[in-house]
C-alpha cells in the first residue's frame, strides 16, 4: 500500500491534469501480454514464412513499441517535477508513428490478402505512404511548435487530437473502400470478419469516448491480428482461392448433421489441375470466386485439392435453392465457354436426407470415376449406398491384407471345371475368387478386384487363392484324383513387385505338391514397361514347371508379336468371340483361322463363355482343346470341384 501514498504525495503536486483524459495503463498491457502470447504461440507451431506472415510480425511488433510508448508517456510525465517534459514529447510522438505504422501495414496486408495485381497495387501504396507522411510530420511538427499539443508548467496539457484522429480514420476509410472496391477478389467471409472487426472496433471507440476514456484504443487494434494470426497460423484459408482446407470441410458437416441443420454440397473437380504444383490461372480463380460468392447466402468454399473444390451452404439460408444452382450452372458454362477446361460438378441437395456425415470428400470421389468428363452429376441414394459399399469392401479387404492370414476364412476360393475334349473329361479347372463379408455376405470380382488393384492389395489376396488351391490339390492328389491342374488369375500389376515369383514358389512348395500342378492365368498389357516385366516373370515361372494362359484373348488390342514373344501354353479365347463365331460366316472363319494358326504354333486353345449346346458343337469345331463355361457348371466351391473329377483307380490297378 506504500506505493499508493507516494503516488499519492507525487500526485499532490499537481498533477491529477494529466490524469484528465482518464487513462489507465491496463487496456495497453492487456495488449502488450496477448501479443507476447501470439508471439509463444508462433513460435511453439509451424508457420508458413509467406509475405503476410511477414506483415503480420511487423504489425505485432508495431503494436507493442505503440503500447509501451503510450503507457510510457502517460506514465512518465506523472513523475516529471522540473518542468521539461521534452521526453514526454518525443515518446508521444514515437506512439503516434508507431500506430501510423501499423495503420499502413494492415493496407498493405489487405491489399495482399486480394492479390491485387501490381500495376494496382503500386499506386495505392503510394496514395497511402503519401497520406502516412503528411500525418506523421503533422503530427510531429504539431508538438514541435506547441501549437497541436502542449504540456503546461503545471502538468496540465492542451491536446489537439484532431492529427491523430485525422490519421486513423483516414487509413480505415481506405481500407473500407478497398474492400468495397475489389470485394470480389475477397472471400465473402472473410470479407464480413474484417467488417466485423471495423464495427466492434468503433464500438469499443465509442464507448471510451462516452465513458470519456482513453485507455482502450490500442485494443481496438488486436481484433485485425487475432483474424490474422488465424488465418496465417492454422492456415486454413488458400490465399489465392479464399477457400478453407478438406479437414475443416469434413468438421463442418459432421457438426451440422449432429444439429440436424440441413445442407446441400456443390463440387468442381479440374483433372487438368489437380497435381501438386498446379497453379489455378487468375482468371478460374476470379470465376471460381465468383461464383461461388454470388448465387448463394452463406456459401462457404473449400479445397479439397489443388484442382478440387466443394461449396456447402445452410439449405434454410438458400429457400429457392433449385433456381440457385441452375443460375449457378448458367454462369458456370458461360465461364467454361470462355476457359475450356474440363471440369466434373457433383450436386448433393441434401445432405441429411442421403445421410452423408462424413467421407463427403471420398464419396465425391468414388462418383468421379463413374461420371463423364464435362458433366454435372447429382448425387442421389444409390451413389451413396455404392459408396458405403465400397468403404466397407474396402475397410475389409485392408483388414485380410494386414493379417496376412493365408488361410483367412473371408476370402472363398471357387473353381469352375474346364472340359477337356482330348480326354473327354473334367482334369483341370480355374480358381475364381470372392469375398464373403459378415455384413453384405458374397461379393463378386468386379466389386473389389478393381479396388485390390488401386490399393496395391492384389498380390496379397493372389497369395491367399493359391494358398486354397494348393491345399485343394494337395487333398485332390492325395485322393487319387485326376487332376491335371488348377489355373489361378495373376494381376499385370503384381508381377511389377520382386517378391512375386518367390512367393509363389514358396507357397507351392510348402504344400508339397508338384509346381506342375499349378497354372497361372494373365492378361495381355498394353505397357511397355509391363510387357518386359511379364517377359521376365513368365519365363522364370515356365522354368518352374508352371504352365502359362493367356486370359481374355479377344477383347481389346491384341498384339500378336507379342503374343509370340510369350511362352503360352494355352490361350483362352473370351466369350466374346464365342459369341461373333455364331452371329454370322465370315466372323465364324475369322474365329477358327485365329484358333487354328494358334493351334498351329502348338498352342491350346480354351473357348470360355460356352453356355449353350449350340456353342459348344461350334467351338470343337473351331479348333478348341478345351472348353469353359455355364454349359459344364458355373464357378463352385473348390472343395466340390473333386464331383467333376475321375479317379485314378484303374491305372493304379493297373500299375
Ligand atoms: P475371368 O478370368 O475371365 O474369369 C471368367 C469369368 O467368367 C468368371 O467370372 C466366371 O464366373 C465367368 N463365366 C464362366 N463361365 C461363363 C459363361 O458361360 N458365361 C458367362 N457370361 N460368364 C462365365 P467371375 O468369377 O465373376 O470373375 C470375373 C473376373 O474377375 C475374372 O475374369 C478375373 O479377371 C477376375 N478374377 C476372378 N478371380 C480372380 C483372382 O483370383 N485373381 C485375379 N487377379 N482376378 C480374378
Ligand atoms: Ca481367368
Ligand atoms: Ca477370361
Not at 504525495?9 to 502470447?37: H, R
Not at 465473402?188 to 476514456?213: P, V
Amino acid at each position: 500500500m506504500e506505493t499508493v501514498g507516494i503516488r499519492g504525495d507525487v500526485m499532490g503536486q499537481a498533477l491529477q491534469k494529466v490524469y484528465f483524459d482518464n487513462y489507465s495503463p491496463v487496456g495497453d498491457i492487456i495488449v502488450m501480454a496477448i501479443c507476447m502470447v501470439i508471439v509463444v504461440l508462433v513460435a511453439t507451431s509451424y508457420v508458413e514464412k509467406t509475405r503476410n506472415f511477414n506483415l503480420f510480425i511487423n504489425i505485432l511488433v508495431y503494436i507493442v513499441i505503440a503500447a509501451v510508448a503510450n503507457v510510457g508517456y502517460h506514465e512518465w510525465s506523472v513523475y516529471i517535477t522540473n518542468g521539461n517534459y521534452f521526453w514526454v514529447y518525443v515518446i508521444r510522438i514515437i506512439y503516434h508513428i508507431a500506430i501510423f505504422t501499423i495503420l499502413l501495414t494492415y493496407t498493405a496486408y489487405i491489399l495482399e490478402l486480394m492479390h491485387i495485381e501490381l500495376y494496382r497495387k503500386v499506386p495505392i501504396m503510394i496514395v497511402a505512404s503519401v497520406f502516412y507522411v503528411i500525418v506523421v510530420l503533422w503530427d510531429i511538427l504539431s508538438s514541435i511548435s506547441k501549437k497541436g499539443f502542449k504540456i503546461n508548467p503545471d502538468g496540465t496539457y492542451n491536446s489537439d487530437i484532431y492529427v491523430f484522429w485525422i490519421g486513423y480514420v483516414g487509413f480505415v476509410t481506405m481500407c473500407i473502400i478497398l474492400m468495397i472496391v475489389f470485394r470480389d477478389k475477397l472471400y465473402r467471409q472473410i470479407l464480413r470478419g474484417f467488417y466485423g472487426t471495423i464495427i466492434i472496433a468503433f464500438f469499443i471507440l465509442y464507448l471510451q469516448g462516452k465513458h470519456d476514456q482513453n485507455s482502450y484504443t490500442l485494443v481496438t487494434f488486436l481484433f485485425p491480428v487475432i483474424g490474422m494470426f488465424y488465418l496465417i497460423h492454422s492456415n486454413p484459408y488458400d490465399m489465392e482461392l479464399g477457400a478453407i482446407s478438406s479437414r475443416a470441410l469434413e468438421d463442418m458437416i459432421l457438426y451440422n448433421f449432429d444439429k440436424g441443420i440441413d445442407m446441400f454440397m456443390i463440387s468442381l473437380f479440374l483433372p487438368d489441375m489437380d497435381y501438386d504444383s498446379a497453379v489455378l490461372p487468375e482468371s478460374v480463380q476470379k470465376g471460381i470466386r465468383s461464383i461461388s460468392g454470388n448465387y448463394f447466402n452463406s456459401a462457404v468454399l473449400f479445397q479439397i485439392s489443388k484442382g478440387h473444390v466443394v461449396l456447402i451452404a445452410k439449405r434454410s439460408a438458400n429457400k429457392d435453392i433449385e433456381s440457385r444452382i441452375h443460375k449457378m450452372l448458367e454462369a458456370f458454362n458461360a465461364e467454361y465457354e470462355k476457359l475450356r477446361l474440363d471440369y466434373k460438378i457433383v450436386i448433393c441437395e441434401s445432405l441429411i436426407d442421403l445421410k452423408i456425415k462424413n467421407d463427403c470428400a471420398a464419396l465425391i470421389n468414388s462418383v468421379h470415376r463413374h461420371m463423364d468428363i464435362n458433366s454435372v452429376h447429382r448425387i442421389i441414394q444409390t451413389d451413396v449406398d455404392g459408396f458405403m459399399r465400397y468403404e466397407y469392401i474396402l475397410s475389409e479387404l485392408t483388414d485380410i491384407v494386414r493379417g496376412g492370414n493365408l488361410r483367412d476364412p473371408r476370402v472363398l476360393a471357387y473353381c469352375q471345371p474346364v472340359y477337356n475334349i482330348s480326354t473327354g473329361k473334367y482334369d483341370t479347372a480355374e480358381a475364381l475368387m470372392r469375398l464373403r463379408l459378415s455384413e453384405i455376405g458374397m461379393v463378386f470380382p468386379d466389386q473389389f478386384i478393381p479396388l485390390a488393384e488401386e490399393n496395391g492389395y492384389i498380390h496379397s489376396l493372389t497369395k491367399i487363392i493359391l494358398q486354397r488351391t494348393c491345399d485343394e490339390i494337395r487333398y485332390l492328389v492325395k485322393e487319387n484324383y485326376d487332376v491335371k491342374r488348377i489355373s489361378v488369375n495373376v494381376s499385370v500389376l503384381e508381377m511389377r513387385d520382386e517378391s512375386f515369383i518367390t512367393d509363389i514358389e514358396k507357397i507351392i512348395e510348402e504344400s508339397e505338391i508338384p509346381k506342375d500342378k499349378i497354372a497361372i492365368e494373365i492378361t495381355e498389357s498394353q505397357n511397355d514397361d509391363d510387357f518386359m516385366i511379364m517377359k521376365d516373370m513368365v519365363d522364370r515361372l515356365k522354368d518352374m514347371g508352371i504352365k502359362i494362359y493367356l486370359d481374355d484373348f479377344g477383347t481389346g488390342y491384341s498384339n500378336m508379336e507379342r503374343i509370340m514373344e510369350l511362352p503360352f501354353d494355352i490361350i483362352k479365347f473370351d466369350r466374346s468371340l464365342v459369341l461373333a463365331s455364331s452371329t454370322d460366316n465370315r466372323s465364324e472363319k475369322m474365329v477358327g483361322s485365329l484358333a487354328e494358326m494358334f493351334s498351329d504354333l502348338n498352342y491350346s486353345v480354351l473357348y470360355e463363355g460356352v453356355e449353350t449346346e449350340d456353342d459348344e458343337k461350334r467351338c470343337t469345331e473351331l479348333s478348341a482343346s478345351y472348353l469353359q463355361g455355364y454349359k459344364y457348371s458355373k464357378p463352385v466351391p473348390i472343395m466340390d470341384l473333386k464331383n467333376f473329377f475321375s479317379k485314378l483307380e484303374q491305372e493304379e490297378n493297373h500299375a
